[in-house]
C-alpha cells in the first residue's frame, strides 16, 4: 500500500518550491515520483505537430520524488502510518491519529 495516491492534498518539503500545497496529479510507484498541480513547473518547447499545429512554449508540471512531499491533513502536513482496522488495512495520519479517506 501505498502512503501518497492520487488526488491526496500534499505539501512540499524540499526543493524551489519548498512549503507549496497542490493536489496530486498521479504517482508513478516504479520510479517513486509524484505529480503535483502547480508545483515543479518546467518550460518545455513544443515542435508542431497535428495535435498542436502552432507548436510553442508550454509550461507544465514535473515530477518530484515522492520523499519531498507530505501527505496534508485538515490542514497540517503529516506523516502516514498503517493500522488494521475491520480487517482492512488503512492509512493513519501520525499527527492526529485519524483515519485518512
Given amino acids: 500500500m501505498r502512503r501518497i495516491k492520487k488526488d491526496d492534498m500534499v505539501k512540499i518539503i524540499a526543493g524551489k518550491d519548498n512549503g507549496k500545497q497542490g493536489k496530486v496529479l498521479s504517482f508513478d510507484p516504479a520510479t517513486n515520483k509524484v505529480v503535483v498541480e502547480g508545483c515543479n513547473m518546467v518550460t518545455k518547447h513544443q515542435k508542431p505537430s497535428q495535435v498542436n499545429p502552432q507548436g510553442g512554449i508550454l509550461h507544465k508540471e514535473a515530477p518530484i520524488d515522492a520523499s519531498n512531499v507530505m501527505l496534508v491533513v485538515d490542514g497540517q502536513a503529516t ?10 488495512k488503512v492509512r493513519v495520519a501520525k499527527k492526529t491519529g485519524k483515519v485518512v479517506e
Avoid at 79 to 88: H, L, N, P, Q
Fill in 79 to 88: 506523516r502516514v502510518g498503517f493500522e488494521v482496522k475491520d480487517g482492512k
